[in-house]
């Protein structure tokens, strides 16, 4: 029996990589398996038969093993059982022993079997794991936040912060403390399923927020994240609860003054959409009034310069001096309005220069400026002279903001250099790719006490001064608007200098069309027929008087419907149109004319009282031909009207 029991034993230890050995009644071992002997330390298994057992086991579990062994022997079985055990060299190993007891056929026992696992490794986690879990529960201790263990609906393990939050003690947990004591019922439900989802796997998000009671009742606004882990064998949930009370109260004034924010800006939209309302209608209405004061000075100052010219026949000396002051305060009421709305204009555009600028020939837009500023001054040619370098330079620049700051610094000169007043027009180069342009007279000059005001808008020479204080002021608003500005000099000699540069261009500037280089005096007569749009009946009769004598076959439209209609009977050599009609204005009877193949090629002349920078864009992007503000001198309009006569 001892044999067969030794065969199965061999037997069992090549298949199984325990150490296995069993012994007689005396302890004496009487097999033992390879993985025994490599335990323990032997080359062989064979230098462990004929030891006692008791030799693998360390002296202080004799007492132990000899106590083990009786109970084996009466039980007739050991269960695992924790020893320190030897190996050859005598050092010590921790090891767990399973035994039985060896019985012969007539149940009378023969000796034991045991089975031994070093269990030095499992030892070795267990303490690290023991050390890290304290290094956890330490973190979690000293966690600001409250943590909290959740098994099957209880708290299994709170900290420190969970106290100080919501008042319950490890006590309360201790004594069976259920998760659902802490949510509101109002909250019950979408607690339990979410609870419920995350133990089936679900994807739910990994915060939630949730208001908690606490022990006194108080509820709590919390946001709670949650992993699923291991506690005690079962599955629970590790929760980290963050007290997000001052957050909320945080958000709820964020929200109250961004509330507070939104009324505000709506309010500010309002405002300004109030206030460019209010710009619009202030445009709208400075450009009404001041159509309907050019319109009543196209007549007036137009059947004066006729009478002047002998065109309504022969007048005394006397009259031909009242006419001529009459004359003048007409021209002082057209530069007032000149001047009102030019400042609007420019205060109200964008201060930045502007990027529109062409190349302009400086040397015909002198040309042409002087000449008008004789035809409207009256001017003895001797008293203005114009300097220009041959050949004329090319300049960059916007070609009639540069007239407009040319046409008042003339003004200015020939206003407040007084009427014996020499002013000079001179164009000179200078270093730098730059033109140096500057209109000088040898008048009594500014006082000192202005030159650093001089620019400012309404500010004037003296009280008596009937200027409107403007002119200037609107010089240093366009020249701005080129990314430049006048200078004013007092020579030693006398008089004023106001000076202004601008940069030089390569490229060649447009072609124009311009009677500057001929006197009107010697021109031929006109011969054509011209079609006029006007709707102000004095304005048409002046109109009509002065184009006939001129020699106009003149057809009249009080609209721009009939105009069209005029049109659709016979095209007209060119077209002269008042931009403010009622029902269509010019600029849209403009755009319908050029639109049409029929009457596409014919010139359109703009005379019109709007003298507004976005009204000229207007009538330039409609592809008008020419544009006049009222009120203009006779010779000005004839002469505008012959260059865009074809074949002109």
């Not at 002269?576 to 849209?588: F, N």
Request: hydrophobic share 40%; aromatic share 4%; proline share 6%.
């Amino acid at each position: 029996m001892q044999r067969l029991y030794l065969e199965l034993l061999e037997s069992i230890s090549l298949a199984s990589p325990v150490a296995l050995t069993a012994t007689d009644l005396q302890g004496t071992i009487i097999f033992a398996s390879a993985h025994t002997a490599a335990l323990h330390g032997f080359p062989s298994r064979d230098e462990l038969i004929g030891r006692n057992a008791a030799e693998l086991l360390h002296p202080a579990e004799h007492q132990q093993a000899a106590d083990n062994t009786r109970k084996t022997l009466l039980e007739g079985r050991l269960n695992s059982t924790s020893y320190r055990m030897l190996r050859r060299d005598g050092t010590v190993f921790p090891a767990e022993l399973t035994a039985a007891v060896l019985s012969g056929a007539d149940g009378e026992p023969l000796g034991f079997v045991a089975q031994v696992r070093d269990v030095t490794a499992h030892l070795e986690t267990q303490v690290e794991l023991r050390e890290t879990r304290d290094r956890y529960q330490q973190l979690v201790e000293v966690c600001p936040d409250p943590v909290v263990v959740l098994q099957q609906g209880m708290y299994r393990f709170v900290n420190n912060a969970f106290t100080r939050v919501f008042g319950y003690t490890p006590l309360d947990v201790e004594g069976g403390l259920s998760f659902y004591a802490l949510v509101q019922e109002k909250d019950l439900t979408a607690v339990r399923d979410r609870y419920e989802a995350r133990l089936v796997g679900a994807d739910i998000p990994q915060t939630f927020q949730i208001d908690l009671l606490a022990k006194d009742g108080t509820a709590i606004a919390c946001e709670t994240s949650a992993a699923l882990i291991q506690h005690e064998g079962l599955p629970a949930d590790l929760v980290v609860i963050r007290d997000i009370r001052e957050r909320v109260q945080a958000q709820q004034v964020l929200e109250a003054h961004a509330a507070q924010l939104a009324l505000a800006n709506a309010e500010l939209a309002e405002a300004n959409a109030s206030q460019q309302r209010l710009h619009r209608q202030k445009d709208e209405l400075i450009a009404t009034v001041s159509h309907e004061l050019r319109t009543p000075l196209v007549t007036g100052i137009g059947y004066l310069d006729l009478l002047l010219d002998g065109k309504l026949g022969d007048i005394s000396a006397q009259a031909d001096r009242h006419v001529r002051v009459g004359r003048q305060n007409l021209m002082r009421l057209a530069d007032l309005i000149d001047g009102i709305l030019d400042y609007h204009t420019q205060v109200t555009a964008e201060s930045k220069p502007s990027d529109r600028h062409a190349p302009v020939d400086l040397g015909r837009l002198c040309q042409e400026t002087v000449r008008d500023f004789r035809i409207r001054t009256r001017c003895a040619t001797e008293h203005i002279t114009l300097s220009l370098p041959d050949p004329a330079p090319t300049v960059s620049a916007t070609p009639a903001m540069i007239r407009r700051v040319l046409d008042n610094l003339l003004n200015n000169a020939h206003h407040h250099g007084g009427a014996d007043a020499r002013i000079c027009l001179a164009v000179t180069s200078e270093p730098g790719g730059l033109v140096r342009v500057s209109v000088s007279d040898d008048g009594p000059g500014i006082p000192a006490p202005l030159c650093d005001r001089v620019f400012e808008p309404f500010v004037k020479s003296s009280k008596g001064d009937d200027g409107t204080g403007l002119g200037l002021a609107v010089v240093w608003q366009l020249l701005r608007r080129h990314g430049t500005s006048p200078q004013l000099a007092l020579p030693p000699a006398g008089g004023t200098e106001i000076s202004f540069t601008l940069p030089t261009s390569h490229d060649t500037p447009p072609e124009t069309v311009s009677g500057a280089d001929a006197p009107t005096t010697t021109l031929p007569p006109l011969r054509g027929n011209i079609l006029v749009v006007e709707d102000d009946k004095d304005t048409r009769e002046f109109l009509e008087l002065l184009l006939q004598d001129a020699g106009f076959v003149v057809r009249f439209a009080n609209s721009a419907e009939e105009g069209l209609a005029l049109l659709d009977q016979e095209v007209p050599d060119l077209l002269l149109v008042d931009m403010t009609l009622p029902g269509m204005d010019g600029v849209e009877l403009c755009t319908r004319v050029k639109g049409n193949l029929a009457t596409a090629r014919t010139p359109v002349c703009m005379f019109t009282a709007r003298a507004e920078e976005p009204s000229r864009s207007r009538a330039t992007d409609a592809g008008c031909d020419a544009y006049l503000v009222k009120p203009v001198s006779p010779a000005t309009l004839l002469d505008t009207l012959r260059d865009l006569l074809p074949g002109s």
